[in-house]
């Protein structure tokens, strides 16, 4: 079993910035695929940035040029860089990962995704 546990949520100003981490803890920790997620009230969960074992990365269109997604695979985290934020960009941010048999493979869909952590809100005020 995985737990996910984020850090680094809060209230920021249109245009500023956060960073968001995830640290993954357990058993299969080393066979890990990971990615941040988001949901507005309302609204549905979606993709935001994955990061697969070897360091290949995929980011919305939504938030491309934006926002980072970064892994350190050694120490099973994910990291969000945020810049330029919007008030659209807010919602409660979620970690998700999976395990995966290759190293490079990673995922856009939610439903790949088997663990998932609690959540971190974020709040962009205009």
């Known amino acids: 079993q995985v737990q996910l546990v984020e850090s680094g949520g809060g209230l920021v100003q249109t245009g500023g910035s956060l960073r968001l981490s995830c640290a993954a803890s357990?058993?299969?920790?080393?066979?890990?695929?990971m990615a941040w997620f988001r949901q507005a009230p309302g609204k549905e969960r979606y993709f935001v940035a994955a990061a697969s074992r070897t360091g290949g990365t995929s980011v919305a269109d939504s938030v491309k040029g934006r926002f980072t997604i970064s892994r350190d695979s050694a120490k099973s985290t994910v990291d969000l860089q945020m810049n330029t934020l919007k008030p659209e960009d807010t919602a409660v941010y979620y970690c998700?990962?999976?395990?995966?048999?290759?190293?490079?493979?990673?995922?856009?869909?939610?439903?790949?995704?088997?663990?998932w952590g609690q959540g971190t809100q974020v709040t962009v005020s205009s």
């Open positions: 357990g058993r299969g920790v080393s066979r890990l695929s």
């Open positions: 998700a990962a999976a395990e995966t048999m290759f190293g490079y493979t990673y995922y856009t869909t939610r439903e790949k995704y088997t663990y």
